[in-house]
């Protein structure tokens, strides 16, 4: 548990301090800003349902050892979070103004163009994260390590890659691309162990 959670330490605020550094020396230190700012919100109410999932999921996950329970859990809690996630995205999406006026200033409404692909991605994140929590309740260290680096190194690339087709707004494309094949691999990758409990 200590190595997983080491590296998931490492891991992100590298990568956010690579992509912040590529964003202001390649587009401008403003759109920096921006992009850091809508992932404080998507951080800050994604809090809400990840703590939960620590709380109950986690602990849940981590005492069964029956396949038919397994998988009537995981169906059970994607049953009740991917509605209210989904909720949350599509509320905050139709008062982005009002939220950026709010939390930030005028000076922010550019960062606007930008909640549509971030949160898509979040309602990808949290569906990924049911399956991923599966890989720390079952102590599948390798697979975790792996998959945190490798999806890491992934969303710099596409994150380049977009930025530089789309601009700014190509960073959160390639935040809903990346957790969209992170949920493809973690769906295979788990399915095998799920059924043959």
């Known amino acids: 548990y200590s190595l997983m959670a080491l590296v998931s330490a490492i891991s992100l605020p590298l990568t956010h301090i690579y ?18 700012a809508i992932w404080k919100i998507s951080e800050t109410y994604l809090m809400l349902v990840t703590t939960t999932l620590s709380i109950y999921y986690l602990p849940k996950l981590a005492s069964i050892h029956d396949a038919d329970e397994l998988k009537k859990e995981i169906f059970y809690v994607y049953k009740i979070v991917m509605p209210i996630v989904i909720l949350m995205a599509v509320l905050i999406f139709l008062s ?67 930025m530089q087709i789309y601009g700014l707004v190509g960073i959160t494309m390639a935040f809903l691309v990346n957790y969209i094949l992170y949920f493809t691999f973690l769906y295979f990758s788990l399915r095998g162990y799920i059924n043959a409990k």
Do not use: C, H
């Not at 992509?19 to 020396?25: H, T, V």
């Open 19 to 36: 992509l912040r550094n590529y964003i202001g020396s390649n587009i401008g230190w403003d759109e920096a800003g921006y992009w850091q």
């Open 96 to 162: 982005k103004t009002l939220i950026i006026l709010i939390l930030f200033s005028d000076a922010f409404i550019p960062m606007s163009n930008l909640f549509l692909f971030q949160l898509m991605g979040d309602v990808v994140k949290i569906a990924s994260w049911l399956l991923g929590f599966i890989m720390i309740a079952k102590s599948m260290t390798k697979l975790f390590v792996f998959s945190e680096i490798f999806f890491k190194l992934t969303f710099i690339a596409i994150s380049i890659l977009l």
